[in-house]
């Protein structure tokens, strides 16, 4: 789907959610760089020719348009100048966890079900080198297969030794290059398969809890069949210990952000690291 010059609005999400249960298969790239225009001078300048190119050969690392305070609230987000700065603390922290990574803990099977260590590493290498327009030739190669496009994507970064897939992880920790989607998804890239990493392996980060509650949010506002979490939340009130966040409606299910995040992204968790009346509903 292509969308209007406004950019990737909720309508436009909308419409993408209610082809695939007729049978079709709906993709919607982000062409506008996670910008939403509210007049024609904003549209004419996020949506033109060159600077669609642009993003989609990763030229552009920031979003053009309106700030996060001049959109309405329900497309109001954090934008790429704000996250990538955050995705590559991320990405070095998880680097320093894993120099000292001894050989047979590549092998530990991660959070990802399927994955080990090695592999959730090199979906990592993979998608910080993806274009927009790199993420629609190999999904196009894939059959607009999604799991056989992350297959494809492991196995052209996985190394012979884990230690030279870390080392390109490495040189590409600071790309500022993404799969045509919103831009919170690289947040959630970032925390949520870190911690596929860091769990499995008894390792722990201090994660930063303003840009994952944004990350939540962005799960929580995406259905699970596009990567997000909203039905496993659907009826719940959603409170954060260690951030602003208060959301939904429902019983009550409260927890560190971080934990949260895990959990809507359909990540297991400890029955002991949420409580409330809510909280078998969203553990299970």
């Known amino acids: ?38 007049d024609g001078e904003e549209a004419a300048v996020t949506s033109s020719g060159a600077e669609i190119v642009a993003r989609m050969n990763g030229d552009r690392p920031d979003q053009r348009g309106a700030g996060p305070h001049d959109r309405p609230p329900e497309s109001r987000g954090a ?26 803990g590549w092998a530990t099977p991660s959070l990802c079900p399927g994955w080990d260590v090695h592999d959730v590493l090199a979906h990592l290498v993979d998608d910080a080198r993806t274009t927009r327009l790199g993420f629609l030739r190999h999904l196009a190669a894939a059959g607009f297969d999604f799991d056989r496009c992350n297959a494809r994507g492991i196995a052209r970064e996985r190394r012979a030794d884990p230690r030279s897939t870390l080392a390109a992880f490495r040189a590409v920790s600071g790309r500022t290059t993404s799969a045509p989607a919103p831009p919170a998804t690289r947040l959630v890239e970032a925390f949520v398969h870190g ?12 994660c930063p809890s303003a840009p994952v509650a944004e990350a939540l949010r962005h799960q929580l506002r995406t259905r699970v069949q596009f990567g997000g979490g909203r039905e496993r939340a659907e009826g719940l009130r959603l409170v954060a210990t260690d ?11 409260r927890g560190g952000v971080l934990v949260l995040l895990l959990a809507v992204s359909g990540r297991p ?16």
Do not use: K, Y
């Not at 995705?87 to 050989?103: G, K, S």
């Not at 409580?275 to 509903?281: E, I, L, S």
């Open 1 to 38: 789907m292509i969308q209007e010059w406004w950019g990737l609005t909720d309508h436009v999400q909308d419409v993408a959610d209610r082809l695939p249960p007729e049978g079709f298969v709906a993709l919607a790239p982000d062409l506008c760089g996670g910008s939403i225009a509210h």
């Open 79 to 104: 934008r790429m100048t704000e996250i990538w700065p955050v995705v590559h603390a991320e990405r070095r922290a998880l680097i320093r966890d894993l120099d000292a990574l001894p050989a047979q």
């Open 195 to 206: 911690e596929d990493i860091r769990r499995p392996l008894g390792l722990e980060r201090a």
């Open 243 to 253: 951030a602003a966040l208060d959301v939904g409606a429902g019983p009550e299910v």
């Open 269 to 284: 968790v400890g029955p002991e690291e949420l409580t409330g009346p809510g909280a078998a509903g969203l553990v299970s």
